[in-house]
């Protein structure tokens, strides 16, 4: 049987390449990373590996704060992932917030409050739209590197929550500065429907049927460059009112 191009793998199974990677700007390596990860994922096509860092609630929230805008108690995701090449010299940052749109004001960082932004925000705020924004970080620029590793060394001391957030926080202002944005605002929509029915289960065991569906539309996509400006995508939001006639 052909072994699988793609592989997922748990935390702490980074396997014996892991301990001989290489080491990359400002002392950021694969061992240390996949040592405080979340998972794994490696193309054995290219080498790349995919190194998924743990935070937790504290930290994805305060990502999700500097990039989406999102306040505290608000729904939101924020995950951070480092990519090493079959050399394990250290690629890529990326980082990736996902927030509920509560209020009128909420965009990434830089992003002109245009009218046409005010108004879908308007329309769509707190009746399930989700703001959703992507970074990459170059890690070859030495000051980038130092922030993925600043993480990285801090998430080596759970024992020290404060140094995990000072260290999420300035990668934070890292991607901010530095990083590729991509944006995007959905409107979402869930229909959740039971018909009171039941079926069987097992030994003569009994379940309720309920169906929930969940589908999205996007209203906006933006894109920044590295130290450049926001520009509208509106060749994303054309293609998917296309998809959705």
Avoid at 28 to 34: F, K, N, Y
Avoid at 154 to 173: C, F, N, Y
Avoid at 236 to 242: E, K, N, S
Wanted: with cysteine; net charge neutral; aromatic share 2%.
């Amino acid at each position: 049987m052909r072994a699988p191009d793609i592989e997922w793998s748990d935390a702490g199974s980074g396997g014996d390449a892991s301990a001989s990677a290489a080491v990359g700007p400002a002392g950021v390596d694969a061992a240390a990373a996949i040592s405080v990860a979340a998972g794994l994922k490696t193309d054995h096509r290219t080498g790349r590996r995919i190194v998924f860092l743990r935070l937790d609630d504290s930290g994805s929230a305060a990502l999700t704060a500097k990039l989406a805008g999102a306040g505290a108690g608000q729904s939101s995701i924020g995950t951070v992932a480092i990519a090493f090449d079959r050399h394990g010299k250290p690629v890529a940052l990326t980082a990736n917030a996902s927030a509920q749109v509560q209020g009128t004001a909420q965009v990434p960082p830089g992003l002109p409050l245009t009218k046409k932004i005010r108004a879908l925000l308007h329309g769509h705020a707190g009746a399930g739209a989700r703001l959703e924004v992507d970074a990459t970080l170059d890690l070859t620029a030495p000051a980038n590197a130092e922030a993925a590793k600043r993480l990285i060394d801090a998430l080596h001391h759970p024992e020290d929550p404060a140094r995990a957030m000072r260290a999420v926080s300035g990668l934070a202002d890292r991607l901010v500065m530095g990083a590729r944005l991509d944006a995007r605002l959905y409107a979402m929509g869930v229909d959740s429907y039971g018909g009171g029915g039941r079926i069987k289960v097992g030994l003569g065991l009994g379940a309720n049927v309920d169906h929930r569906v969940e589908d999205s539309r996007l209203l906006g996509a933006w894109e920044r460059p590295p130290d450049s400006a926001w520009h509208d995508r509106r060749d994303c939001t054309d293609a998917a009112r296309r998809l959705s006639a």
